[in-house]
């Protein structure tokens, strides 16, 4: 995908006045605009390559659809689900975070809420602000000796985990990605969910808000854990059913709860239902989990620079639905890129055909890890020229599925001669004879194989080129070609023939200008068509 230049950005929210100045410094111009209204946000998107946005505004496929320039979508901080993840991705728009910029904050205020709960503090604050002297009523406990079950063990999960280890808790803990060797070396030792509910005294969840933890902490969930377990979420709302939070409390089953974020179901935060918020026995805190000078002044910082690096061309980071754009940006994979979608483009022509199974196949050690941004761009090639408005690397492989296409990756380690020291990439669609194979040479992709003939002198794919196949016996195509030529006042700049299969050959020529009329060359081809790569 060759992205378009990035000029205007638009940032949401209030943030850190560092990140308006480093998308300036990088060249960009810059729109700040906090608390627009939904209709005002649909105005002023129209005309921006980028949007900068924090937890309050929802970017939602309404907003996508508006915004006719949309490239990237940055989100200063860790969570998207204010964004429509697939919408963005079906137009083509990357999204993009800064997973780290405010862990430490975030971690932090767990800390902080663990604390709260065993002591009591806001509540004991609160009332000697009303003038009371209530020692008996507060009585707390210790956190030394008392288990700690944190589940999701990422960056924040595992700074809280081995910050409460210093206060003396044994951390015990769940997640589906990281190993249980990985957990144990900084101290926490995972079990089934099934073992942690009776085992924990207080539980505290860092996972993102999924159909899988929604509802993480449940009726069902509660009843299994020691009466009186106190439990965080400074996470996501909606992790914590906050209706059988509120009867386990109610009950005793659960004997304290901090809360920082709340279900959004019925609209954004603060909660309108306010008897969870009031019940004496939770710690409610209104989203402050990255609100911390630091970590704002690290996520405004994180997401400019990103966004800059795009513009620049520089690279991409913290890509949440692009990841095979990413390695786009390296010198050494982007004419692999450009190969791959040359192939899609020209198996499309040869077969007439988007849908069906498509067989990508990498051949070499160099491009052993290579099929996850291939993939991509070979369906991007498939269905180039389409009704889609535009194909990207974001958006090819949902496009793909949705058009009936589905492409799937192998990998040799062995490649054939000349090629094994560079790799070739091999294309077929399934089922049909139509394959094509190409490998790089420098830095210009070119094809070696077309449906089983092979070009000695490898033939390169890139701009205007035409390809047909015709007679091997008969020699009036290449002369009828160079004739549109010069009437046309282009120019031939190569041309590449193939072996011979069932007295046909293969030609690929690269133009000068694509020819407007291929008329008189079609009676004297089995085949022919221009690609533009």
């Known amino acids: 995908m060759a992205l378009g230049k990035l000029q205007k950005v638009l940032i949401s929210e209030s943030l850190d006045p560092c990140c308006r100045?480093?998308?300036?410094?990088?060249?960009?111009?810059?729109?700040?605009?906090?608390?627009?209204?939904k209709e005002e946000l649909l105005r002023?998107?129209?005309?921006?390559?980028?949007?900068?946005?924090?937890?309050?505004?929802?970017?939602?496929?309404?907003?996508?659809?508006?915004?006719?320039?949309?490239?990237?979508?940055?989100?200063?901080?860790t969570g998207v689900d204010n964004v429509d993840v697939e919408a963005a991705t079906r137009k083509g728009v990357l999204v993009m975070n800064t997973p780290t910029g405010n862990s430490l904050s975030a971690a932090e205020l767990t800390c902080g809420m663990i604390l709260c709960l065993a002591r009591q503090?806001?509540?004991?604050?609160?009332?000697?602000?009303?003038?009371?002297?209530?020692?008996?009523k507060y009585m707390g406990m210790e956190l030394n000796g008392k288990t700690l079950a944190v589940l999701g063990l990422g960056r924040i999960g595992r700074e809280v985990a081995t910050r409460m280890q210093a206060f003396g808790m044994k951390t015990i803990g769940y997640d589906p990605i990281i190993t249980p060797d990985v957990s144990a070396t900084f101290g926490v030792e995972q079990l089934p969910l099934e073992q942690?509910?009776?085992r924990c005294d207080f539980i505290t969840v860092h996972t993102p808000l999924l159909p899988s933890t929604t509802g993480l902490l449940n009726d069902s969930t509660f009843a299994k854990c020691r009466r009186g377990v106190q439990v965080v979420n400074c996470a996501r709302g909606g992790i914590v059913d906050e209706g059988a939070l509120l009867r386990a409390l109610q009950s005793g089953q659960c004997g304290g709860a901090a809360l920082d974020v709340f279900t959004q179901a019925s609209g954004a935060e603060p909660p309108k239902d306010r008897e969870l918020v009031n019940h004496p026995n939770v710690i409610s805190c209104p989203h402050l989990g990255a609100s911390t000078r630091e970590a704002q002044s690290r996520c405004g910082k994180e997401i400019a620079m990103q966004i800059?690096?795009?513009?620049?061309?520089?690279?991409?980071?913290?890509?949440?639905?692009?990841?095979?754009?990413?390695?786009?940006?390296a010198p050494q994979t982007k004419p692999w890129i450009a190969l791959a979608r040359a192939l899609g483009t020209v198996l499309c022509m040869a077969g007439k055909q988007v849908q069906g199974s498509v067989q990508v196949c990498t051949l070499g050690t160099p491009l052993k890890e290579a099929g996850s941004y291939l993939t991509p761009a070979v369906a991007a090639g498939m269905l180039a020229g389409g009704t889609q408005k535009?194909?990207?690397?974001?958006?090819?492989?949902?496009?793909?599925?949705?058009?009936?296409?589905?492409?799937?990756?192998?990998?040799?380690d062995v490649a054939p001669e000349p090629d094994s020291s560079t790799g070739l990439l091999q294309v077929s669609l399934q089922g049909t004879p139509h394959q094509?194979?190409?490998?790089?040479?420098?830095?210009?992709?070119?094809?070696?194989?077309i449906n089983g003939a092979t070009f000695k002198q490898p033939a390169p794919l890139s701009g205007p080129v035409l390809i047909y196949r015709a007679k091997a016996s008969d020699t009036s195509a290449l002369a009828t070609l160079t004739g549109l030529l010069s009437k046309a006042g282009?120019?031939?700049?190569?041309?590449?023939?193939?072996?011979?299969?069932?007295?046909?050959?293969?030609?690929?020529?690269?133009?000068?200008?694509?020819?407007?009329n291929l008329g008189e060359l079609k009676p004297r081809v089995t085949e022919a068509f221009q690609l533009h790569l």
């Open 196 to 198: 942690i509910w009776p």
């Open 436 to 449: 094509v194979t190409g490998t790089v040479q420098g830095s210009t992709p070119v094809l070696r194989q």
């Open 121 to 136: 503090i806001p509540q004991a604050a609160a009332s000697m602000k009303e003038g009371k002297w209530d020692r008996k």
């Open 308 to 329: 800059v690096d795009m513009a620049t061309g520089k690279g991409l980071t913290g890509v949440v639905n692009g990841q095979a754009l990413s390695k786009a940006f």
């Open 44 to 77: 002023e998107i129209r005309d921006c390559d980028g949007l900068i946005v924090r937890s309050a505004t929802k970017v939602t496929a309404e907003v996508l659809e508006a915004a006719e320039r949309l490239q990237v979508v940055g989100r200063a901080g």
């Open 490 to 516: 282009g120019q031939l700049l190569s041309y590449h023939s193939s072996s011979t299969v069932a007295g046909e050959q293969w030609s690929v020529a690269g133009l000068s200008a694509p020819l407007s």
């Open 21 to 37: 100045e480093i998308l300036q410094a990088g060249g960009l111009r810059v729109q700040e605009k906090p608390g627009l209204s």
């Open 390 to 412: 535009e194909v990207t690397l974001v958006n090819a492989t949902l496009l793909a599925q949705e058009a009936g296409l589905k492409v799937t990756t192998t990998h040799s």
